[in-house]
C-alpha cells in the first residue's frame, strides 16, 4: 500500500502563483508514475501532470508553460504559475505502482480576486 498527503492548495488571485507537495509513504520502493489530476465541481477529473521514472513528464495542453511537475524520491511537487480562475478545482496527488493507483485526499486550490 501507498499513501498520498498532499499540501499547499489555497486562495490566490488570478496571476498568482502556489507550489503543492505530495509525500507518499508506505511501500514506495517501485512507484513507476506520480501524477497530479484536478477535479472541479460538476466535471470529471482530468490529468494535469504526469512524471514517469527516469524523468519523462507531460502536461495538460491547458495548463502547459505554467505548471512544472517534479520528483524527489517520495515527494512529487506541482509548481503552479500564472494561475488563472479555471485552474479552480481539487488536485489530487497519485501514484501507480505494479499496476495499482493510489490516490491521496485532495487539495483546494481557488484562483479568485
Known amino acids: 500500500q501507498v499513501q498520498l498527503v498532499e499540501s499547499g492548495g489555497g486562495l490566490v488571485q488570478p496571476g498568482g502563483s502556489l507550489r503543492l507537495s505530495c509525500v507518499a509513504s508506505?511501500?514506495?520502493?517501485?512507484?513507476?508514475?506520480m501524477d497530479w489530476y484536478r477535479q472541479a465541481p460538476g466535471k470529471q477529473r482530468e490529468l494535469v501532470a504526469r512524471r514517469i521514472s527516469g524523468g519523462f513528464t507531460n502536461y495538460a495542453d491547458s495548463v502547459k508553460g505554467r505548471f512544472t511537475i517534479s520528483r524527489d524520491n517520495a515527494k512529487v511537487f506541482l509548481q503552479m504559475t500564472s494561475l488563472k480562475p479555471e485552474d479552480t478545482a481539487v488536485y489530487y496527488c497519485?501514484?501507480?505502482?505494479?499496476?495499482?493507483?493510489?490516490w491521496g485526499q485532495g487539495t483546494q486550490v481557488t484562483v479568485s480576486s
Open positions: 497519485s501514484a501507480t505502482r505494479l499496476g495499482t493507483t493510489f
Open positions: 508506505g511501500s514506495v520502493f517501485s512507484i513507476s508514475t
